[in-house]
């Protein structure tokens, strides 16, 4: 019998370039508290945000990801040529088939590349990099471009008090590449169906079509979610950190999801995190972009703190499933 052959590929890989794209929006909290019968202190108090940015009507999830994607890979200093691979989270594609991924590979000139979208909410960027790191090392694509798009503006309720007012709209994008020693460490990443309801949408889309419920959006439960986020993510990180094998000291960079500021720093708390490590907190004037939040809030950390180029950060994301994934990655 003849062996089959297998693709191998470097030891390690790492996120040579980041891009970033917000809505064209700047939506304050003033805008917002008449529909919600609430304040702007009240939103701020409970979740940190002043302003969040969104994105006028005939701007998509997918045009975006196509600037913040461009913006990586000119940052990585790559052809769109060698892209070997796109992965796009998201939850707000417009259509559920076909995939955005697709589109953004011919719209940036990575066809005829592999590409499909993952449905993981919150926690995509960080499956999406897992996946990478994954294809990278196993020979599959020698660079690969993951993003995470958001136009969350089209499934909000203005009237809904759960979570309309956090949500923002954005995309964030990262290139990874081959590198001689690990970039990327060991995902500790997981589901929790038993809470499946906890975020999500009001609706099925048969129920609306069926004219029984209207057009389906955004809503949660947010204590249920405020207290799993706090509690069963903190011991998530710590076992990130275990898996990549450092402390919180080596770290110089903590960027979680920005789901709500309060939950930021009871996580930064929990972790004990040195007074040297910097904490992304992009959600005060981006607001919640849900799969876009973390490569949103690394972009904009790099910016503010150039020093960090090349350091250590712990990433962690969770969401709607309820879904979750933490790595440590290399800074570019």
């Known amino acids: 019998m003849p062996t089959l052959k297998q693709a191998t590929g470097p030891k390690g890989s790492r996120i040579l370039g980041l891009g970033a794209a917000r809505g064209d929006l700047v939506v304050p909290n003033s805008e917002l508290?008449?529909?919600?019968?609430?304040?702007?202190?009240?939103?701020?108090?409970?979740?940190?945000?002043?302003?969040?940015?969104?994105?006028?009507?005939?701007i998509d999830a997918v045009d975006l990801a196509e600037t913040a994607s461009l913006e990586a890979i000119r940052n990585a200093g790559i052809e769109p040529g060698q892209i070997g691979a796109v992965l796009v989270s998201t939850i707000s594609n417009v259509a559920v088939t076909p995939s955005m991924s697709s589109l953004l590979?011919?719209?940036?000139?990575?066809?005829?590349?592999?590409?499909?979208?993952?449905?993981?909410a919150c926690a995509g960027y960080t499956y999406g990099i897992a996946q990478a790191d994954a294809l990278i090392r196993?020979?599959?694509a020698e660079y690969v471009l993951v993003v995470g798009a958001e136009k969350l503006?089209?499934?909000v309720h203005p009237n809904d008090r759960s979570i309309s007012f956090l949500l923002g709209d954005g995309a964030?994008?990262?290139?990874?590449?081959?590198?001689?020693?690990?970039?990327?460490?060991?995902?500790?990443?997981?589901?929790?169906?038993?809470?499946?309801d906890a975020?999500?949408?009001?609706?099925?889309?048969?129920?609306?079509?069926?004219?029984?419920?209207?057009?389906?959006?955004?809503?949660?439960?947010?204590?249920?979610?405020?207290r799993w986020a706090v509690w069963e993510m903190a011991k998530v990180a710590k076992q990130a950190l275990v898996a990549a094998g450092i402390t919180a000291d080596d770290l110089a960079a903590f960027i979680p999801h920005q789901a709500n500021m309060r939950i930021i720093d009871e996580l930064a708390?929990?972790?004990?995190?040195?007074?040297h490590v910097k904490i992304g907190r992009d959600i005060e004037t981006t607001g919640n972009t849900s799969a876009a939040s973390i490569p949103l809030a690394t972009h904009r950390l790099l910016e503010e703190n150039p020093d960090l180029h090349g350091m250590l950060a712990l990433q962690i994301g969770f969401g709607a499933g309820l879904v979750y994934g933490a790595q440590v990655v290399r800074l570019p």
């Open 33 to 58: 508290v008449e529909a919600i019968d609430s304040s702007d202190e009240w939103i701020r108090q409970r979740t940190g945000i002043v302003t969040r940015k969104r994105a006028s009507k005939g």
């Open 105 to 120: 590979a011919e719209r940036i000139g990575a066809s005829p590349a592999p590409a499909y979208d993952i449905s993981a």
């Open 138 to 140: 196993s020979g599959a």
């Open 153 to 155: 503006s089209q499934y």
């Open 172 to 196: 964030g994008a990262a290139v990874l590449g081959p590198s001689d020693e690990p970039g990327v460490s060991a995902t500790v990443w997981g589901s929790d169906g038993s809470k499946w």
């Open 199 to 226: 975020v999500g949408m009001n609706a099925t889309f048969e129920e609306y079509l069926d004219k029984i419920k209207p057009w389906p959006t955004m809503r949660q439960d947010g204590q249920t979610v405020f």
């Open 269 to 275: 708390k929990q972790l004990k995190l040195p007074e």
